[in-house]
């Protein structure tokens, strides 16, 4: 089938102003809209801009607003979008670079302050223990990839520049609650502020944007109780 | 711009990083890396890393050591499996230690599951070697190494291609990389360079690799002359999502999976009686195709199914929840009730740069080529001989890829810069311009398309003579092709469609090697299978494959396999 597609176009370098473009690919519905995007760059357009690599919902470099909604790239598929017409535009929030290419820098800063490693004196012959049941506290957590679907999905995020977000704070989730931790409290002292977990109000649009289903509205509201019960 | 740095690592995948943590912090590093260093393609990894805890049931480091040679068909460099199998428990544990939440055990240890080719008592019967954490092990090790590296403070350049890796007198210079950002050449002078650029599954149409996996790091220090090691040896992983090539871990048949053909027969029975569905993987693929080939495809199609049907909702969600929503997403299979279609898809190279236990890259006489390393999936250690086993990849760049960085430390107190050329980018300055000046003719995209697509026809599982040569006359067309390669987009920033051109140049050279080194051996061992030379020939090839590239053509030569421990005998399963 042919399915039209209207893809947000910008380079500074070039254009005064951000435009729409429309292109119609041939594609099957079982075909990833990353498919599309390839067909469109490789055999009409080849000035379009956008990032991608592993292209199943590992690496996390497709994100994009696909029909409103952002998402990853490789992970949507035509037949999702019944309407016969894609709409693919950058994250928002996030500075547009070109097209669909958006300056990930400042994200990155904001996982790097929360410290994204493990803090642990101890270093033990063999592995530390820790029960199966503990390991299950992080089990959701580790699934994110840092596409930044969900900060870039957040209302709050994206009116007050402040809020770090919801990815640095899934970051955070599956530190304080790793058993093996020891900063647990510094952590959570942190993230016990506006910028911290309690400009979140439960908007829950992060959780329904995650690619990797990682409930994070639910991860957020955890870190709030701990800090209630720690405080 | 030129940047001088004491070391340059390039590539952020598992190797790079974790070399990049044993570089003295008085030592002014560079990570360079085409992506953000947590898109690499190690987070694809998915069932396990391999290491003889005895968490689950005894083992030992001699059993993993044994399996490693002969999954690779002993073609393996023993003192390097003896290394990988000594070393992996102390790795693990100490991936453990710096955060890496592995699944755990009901008292609290590490928990493993069975691999294909990894077994007890050397071959008596599978044994539960694979650390794992669910089925993002890859993914979760990334991001471990990627924080120790933020909290290290590593310089790291992100969305930088390399372009051209300068050795003057055997001796590294530096390296030309392009800026996606900008659109801007910077050289990168350094005492030491790391290429830890990873494999090239693109050569080949159907595969698992990401769309950055196009082994620029091993391609440009061919074309600067280094000899590229047992390029023939080409993995193709059995279980590949149909008509995409996504991979589905082997850890869905160590859970319990099986393989069936149309008939429903477990058909691995016939060709691996003891191991069956846990065979190593050029055995399993080669049934599969075997399968297909003889009409037994499902419903007469060029696929199989995977029947994860009876392992159960509950540890399906705990042990391989990635792959049941690759399947539901890209399939709409619920892997609880129905079989995945599967396809053998090419996932991983066992030749590359040759080097040493230590990382150091070797030059045809064997002598290190100084201030040059190489770890992972781009080089050739050989760890993997013709075969790799599942899990000893990921051991594999953790292991070497530290110790490459340890012998950069070590060495850094000699190095000096070489200054032998003072401008390093004139080469790449002049490719670019003049890959840039035509104003029409044919894109990258059909050509690529015709390379992998020969590459699969050619010189895939099942190989042969007359087909190769065939191959390697109609990559002769596919090089001329390229010589009038059409650029469409013509601004500097995030011009993905230069860069894809010149990854091209990189799939075109290294398709070259690999249909050249198979051409050349003339027998079957590992994942190299001849149809006209259907056996291994120990007496005459019991040797590495090494291709160069020489001012007067390619040049193929052979060097001797290490045997320490384990002599060669007929490899069944």
């Known amino acids: ?15 005064a102003q951000p435009y729409y473009k429309e292109y119609f690919v041939q594609a099957q519905g079982n075909e990833r809209v990353l498919d599309c995007l390839n067909r469109i760059k490789w055999t009409q357009d080849g000035t379009l801009g956008y990032r991608m690599s592993c292209a199943h919902g590992v690496c996390g470099s497709d994100a994009m607003r696909i029909n409103g909604k952002c998402g990853l790239a490789c992970q949507k598929l035509v037949k999702d979008f019944d309407s016969g017409e894609i709409l693919v535009e950058p994250l928002p929030s996030f500075r547009p670079l070109k ?4 300056d990930m820098n400042p994200f990155f800063e904001r996982v790097a302050q929360i410290r994204p490693y493990l803090i642990a004196s101890d270093t033990p012959e063999k592995e530390r223990l820790q029960s199966p049941e503990d390991r299950k506290k992080m089990d959701l957590a580790i699934r994110c990839i840092l596409c ?4 870039a999905s957040c209302p709050v995020a994206n009116r007050d520049d402040a809020f770090r977000g919801p990815a640095p704070l899934v970051q955070a989730f599956r530190r304080i609650f790793d058993s093996r931790d020891e900063e647990k409290l510094q952590r959570l002292d942190q993230l016990n502020n506006k910028e911290g977990v309690w400009s979140c109000v439960n908007h829950f649009e992060c959780t329904r944007a995650c690619p990797k289903e990682i409930p994070v509205t639910k991860c957020i509201n955890l870190i709030k109780a701990e800090i209630k019960k720690t405080g | ?42 987070g694809a990894a998915q069932g396990g890393i391999s290491a003889a805890l005895g968490n689950e049931e005894p083992d030992s480091w001699e059993w993993h050591m044994y399996d490693t040679v002969k999954g690779g068909d002993y073609l393996t460099d023993q003192d390097a499996a003896e290394t990988l199998a000594r070393d992996a428990e102390r790795a693990v544990y100490e991936l453990e230690h710096i955060g890496a939440p592995f699944n755990r055990t009901s008292d609290g240890k590490i928990a493993q599951r069975a691999f294909g080719g990894h077994t007890r008592n050397f071959g008596e019967g599978p044994v539960k070697r694979a650390c794992y954490a669910s089925d993002r092990t890859g993914r979760v090790i990334l991001d471990t190494l990627y924080g120790k590296a933020v909290e290290k403070s590593i310089q790291i350049f992100s969305e930088f291609v390399l372009i051209d890796l300068i050795v003057e007198r055997g001796k590294v210079s530096g390296l030309v990389a392009y800026e996606l950002a900008t659109g801007e050449l910077h050289t990168f002078r350094a005492r030491a360079v790391l290429i830890a650029t990873g494999g090239f599954g693109g050569v080949y149409k159907t595969n698992s690799n990401c769309f950055s996996n196009t082994g620029d790091g091993v391609y440009l220090s061919y074309r600067a002359g280094i000899p590229l090691e047992d390029m023939e040896f080409v993995q193709f992983h059995p279980t590949g999502i149909h008509g995409l090539g996504v991979l589905i871990s082997e850890a869905t048949r160590g859970e319990g999976g099986i393989l069936r053909n149309n008939a429903g027969q477990r058909f691995m029975e016939l060709y691996a009686p003891s191991l069956k569905d846990l065979a190593p993987r050029d055995v399993v693929s080669r049934a599969i195709w075997t399968e297909i080939r003889e009409g037994r495809g499902v419903n007469g199609e060029d696929y199989v199914n995977l029947d994860l049907t009876h392992i159960g909702a509950e540890r399906i969600e705990d042990k391989l929840s990635d792959i049941s929503s690759f399947a539901k997403i890209y399939l709409g299979v619920d892997v609880t009730t129905d ?12 030749g590359g740069i040759p080097t040493d236990l230590n990382g150091r890259v070797l030059n045809r006489f064997n002598e290190p080529i100084v201030g040059l390393y190489s770890a992972g999936e781009a080089a050739c250690v050989s760890v993997h001989g013709a075969n790799r086993l599942g899990t000893n990849s990921l051991l594999d760049l953790v292991v070497f890829g530290r110790r490459a960085g340890k012998m950069i430390a070590e060495e850094l107190k000699q190095l000096d810069f070489n200054n032998h050329s003072s401008n390093l980018d004139e080469v790449s300055r002049h490719r670019i311009e003049s890959l840039l000046a035509p104003s029409h003719g044919e894109r990258s995209f059909p050509i690529r398309n015709d390379l992998q697509t020969l590459m699969m026809d050619r010189c895939s599982v099942f190989r042969n003579e007359a087909d190769m040569l065939k191959g390697l006359s109609g ?14 987009n013509r601004n500097p920033r995030y011009n993905t ?4 051109a010149l990854e091209l140049e990189c799939l075109i050279g290294l398709a070259e090697t690999i249909l050249k080194s198979a051409i050349a051996r003339q027998e079957s061992r590992g994942a190299h299978y001849r149809e006209d030379f259907p056996n291994r020939d120990d007496k005459n090839w019991l040797k590495h494959t090494m291709i160069q590239n020489r001012s007067d053509g390619t040049e193929i030569f052979y060097k001797p396999v290490n045997i320490s421990r384990f002599e060669p005998k007929a490899r069944t399963y």
């Open chain 2, 1 to 42: 711009m030129e940047f001088i740095h004491d070391v340059v690592i390039v590539g952020s995948g598992l190797a790079g990083l974790r070399a990049a943590l044993e570089i003295p912090v008085t030592a002014k590093v560079a990570l360079l890396s085409k992506v953000f260093p947590t898109r690499s393609h190690s």
């Open chain 2, 475 to 488: 990559l002769e067309s596919i090089k001329d092709r390229y010589k009038s390669i059409f650029i469409q």
């Open chain 2, 339 to 350: 079989p995945i279609a599967v396809t053998p898809t090419c996932h991983y190279m066992m």
């Open chain 1, 1 to 15: 089938m042919e399915i039209k597609f209207r893809i947000f176009r910008f380079d500074p370098d070039v254009d």
């Open chain 1, 148 to 151: 930044a679907c969900c900060s």
């Open chain 1, 99 to 102: 097209d669909l290419i958006v």
């Open chain 2, 497 to 500: 469609d230069l860069t894809e």
